[in-house]
């Protein structure tokens, strides 16, 4: 019989830490009886918040130290090294857990978890990935700020990660459409760099379908889309720097008078199922692939339900062996 499947999770990082994470990962080992999950962070906080409502799947692992949100990732990297964000990438590393989630500095989990994992063979730089709310359900979209700057090949690595990835969403084809973004859809059109890769990804084993612009990451005509960390990132943030502006807009104008609000009430069953199908929080949990082990970066901001539901990536992805299939498909063993 296989070892049930066991997941460290970083309690202590983050905006909100153990106020969050504590009664997120109880809900996760609630939700699924059969993963066992590690949580790591200062004893204090740990018992104060588990209390006496530890569920039998929930184990204790202590570290002493917290890697801060505004902590430089090499000083964190170097002095830290009992911070509970290294010793849940220590558990993934060692073999005693299958993945890791936490909500820490991005940058510091970066890097110490490139230095502590390495890269797969064949695999020259991490990347973020997430999904994307599109007309289609979701896009898998990737770099979204590992790197500022990508070659043509680490381009068309990304969009093997990415595959591998979108393949196992729900109602994905069993080959991916992969896009890369660019300023427009015609040949002509990119950098040097775009141009490169758009030439490499039509050569690579990718069901690559050519250029995409950015209303496109929205649409139903690509699963995913590759780009560099500097433009992902900003995308990512302009799209949740517009979903805020549209929220807020909507709430002043059906508040905006008596007639209003009456239509408000009456729109109220398609406002909440709209806000349900758009909400981040269940697109939460960014994986950073092409480590030699599985890495969930969740929102520094998550509330509870976010931060499950990164928690939840990580499971998915564990049970898939992600890391291995990647390996794979680039002639390596994980």
């Given at each position: 019989?296989?070892a049930p499947l066991h997941i460290a999770i970083d309690v202590m990082s983050g905006d909100r830490g153990p106020s969050v994470c504590v009664p997120a990962a109880v809900a996760v080992a609630r939700a699924f009886p059969d993963v066992r999950l590690s949580l790591v962070g200062r ?292």
């Amino acid at each position: 019989m296989s070892a049930p499947l066991h997941i460290a999770i970083d309690v202590m990082s983050g905006d909100r830490g153990p106020s969050v994470c504590v009664p997120a990962a109880v809900a996760v080992a609630r939700a699924f009886p059969d993963v066992r999950l590690s949580l790591v962070g200062r004893p204090a906080e740990l018992d104060e918040r588990l209390g006496g409502r530890r569920p039998g799947n929930v184990e204790c692992v202590f570290a002493a130290e917290v890697v801060e949100m505004t902590d430089h990732p090499r000083e964190a990297l170097r002095r830290k090294k009992d911070s509970s964000m290294r010793r849940s990438i220590d558990l993934v590393k060692n073999g005693e857990a299958h993945a890791c989630v936490s909500a820490g500095n991005t940058g510091a989990l970066m890097a110490t978890a490139h230095f502590a994992l390495k890269m797969l063979p064949g695999v020259e730089r991490p990347a973020i990935v997430s999904l994307i709310p599109s007309r289609g359900g979701h896009t898998c979209m990737l770099d979204l700020g590992a790197n500022a700057s990508c070659t043509p090949e680490q381009l068309g690595q990304f969009a093997v990660m990415g595959s591998v990835l979108a393949a196992d969403l729900p109602g994905a084809p069993a080959r991916p459409r992969v896009g890369l973004l660019n300023i427009g859809e015609e040949d002509i059109k990119g950098n040097e760099v775009v141009q490169a890769a758009h030439n490499l990804m039509a050569s690579i084993d990718v069901n690559y379908v050519g250029f995409v612009e950015g209303h496109d990451i929205f649409s139903d005509k690509v699963d995913v889309v590759v780009t560099d960390g500097f433009t992902g990132n900003v995308a990512l943030k302009t799209m949740e720097g517009a979903a805020r502006l549209i929220g807020e807009a909507m709430r002043e104008e059906f508040t905006r008078g008596f007639v209003r609000k009456l239509g408000a009430l009456a729109a109220a069953p398609s406002l909440r199922a709209l806000r349900t199908r758009m909400d981040p929080r269940r697109y939460n949990g960014a994986t950073m692939v092409g480590l030699n082990g599985i890495v969930v970066k969740s929102h520094g901001s998550a509330d509870q339900f976010g931060f499950q539901r990164a928690v939840e990536v990580a499971i998915l992805e564990a049970r898939n062996g992600v890391t291995a299939r990647i390996a794979q498909r680039f002639g390596a063993h994980a």
